[in-house]
């Protein structure tokens, strides 16, 4: 069982950055990087090319976040700025063993335990 683990959570003024951290299996095609607040549904934040770099994300978070790598640490990074209090969420890095750009939950292969992320004054 491949484990993910994420980390870099914590409480957050509106309008602050986070970056989140999530050490990968090395062996997936894509990573992506999903959230769920409470009572909410997991939501697609936005994935990474593992090879090519490329990214893709929700349009709710469009120029807010970015999301990159380090192949030699086997690890993928979600930048988050201008937070807003909706952005409350625990948040999972997941990996894709095959596939590239899916938003769906369900496309993907491995999971973290999540990192609460609040966003609060």
């Known amino acids: 069982q491949v484990q993910l683990v994420e980390s870099g959570g914590g409480l957050v003024q509106p309008g602050g950055s986070l970056r989140l951290s999530c050490v990968a299996p090395?062996?997936?095609?894509?990573m992506g990087w999903f959230r769920q607040a409470p009572g909410k549904e997991r939501e697609f934040v936005g994935a990474?090319?593992?090879?090519?770099?490329?990214?893709i994300y929700a349009d709710s978070v469009k120029g807010r976040v970015a999301i990159s790598r380090d192949t030699a640490k086997n690890t993928v990074y979600l930048q988050m700025n201008s937070l807003k209090p909706e952005g409350t969420a625990v948040y999972y890095c997941?990996?894709?063993?095959?596939?590239?750009?899916?938003?769906?939950?369900?496309?993907?292969?491995?999971w973290g335990q999540g990192t609460q992320v609040t966003v609060s004054s």
């Open positions: 997941a990996a894709d063993k095959n596939g590239w750009g899916s938003s769906s939950y369900a496309a993907y292969d491995y």
């Open positions: 090395g062996r997936a095609k894509s």
């Open positions: 990474i090319h593992w090879s090519t770099g490329s990214t």
